[in-house]
């Protein structure tokens, strides 16, 4: 058993790694214009799905994050200005990389919480009913499904690490990744929660 949780902790943490390599390679080339475009196409996604005003408050909501950066990023591009020539040029897009790979990741996670406020009543609601299935289920001679409760769990740390990719994917996706995790976070809770051992 320890030797199982010993490989898979080695397994995780090299996948960790192999990550965050991919993460530092794509940010050391990737161009502003890429991600402009990528934000644009998300708010493209956005306002098809909810509508204009969604996107406004949403965008809103980044640009009062993101604009408390922008005097720091000007100060970090005018302290690049003793920098040879092509690799002033890089640094500087590096600077504007950084603050627009981060206003994507604002605007994502904006999105993520509007769908949140959203959908709370459905999610409250499903993992209230799925406990109120297990405490019935504790006076029944039935037994609980192991085998679901672990499919529950497993839904669950999927989709949390599939929201956490896709918060920092610099392309567009759709924006229907926000509201199907939250649902299916719901369902999850559902399975796992309703299967919990009668006796722990």
Known sequence: MAKDQKEQGSFTALWMVLALI?????????TPEHLLKSLAGERA????????????WIFGKMISVSAGQIQGMSDAIKDTQDTPGAFKEWIQNRIVVTWL???LIVYRVNLLMLFWFILMPFTIAVAIDGYSTRMIRTFQFSSQSPIRHRIGVLISTVVMFGVAIWLVLPIPLPSMVAPLAIVSIGWATWMWVSNLQKRI
């Open 45 to 56: 996604f956005v306002t098809e799905l909810s509508g204009q005003q969604a996107d406004q």
């Open 101 to 103: 790979w981060g206003s």
């Open 22 to 30: 991919v993460a530092i390679g794509t940010w050391m080339f990737i």
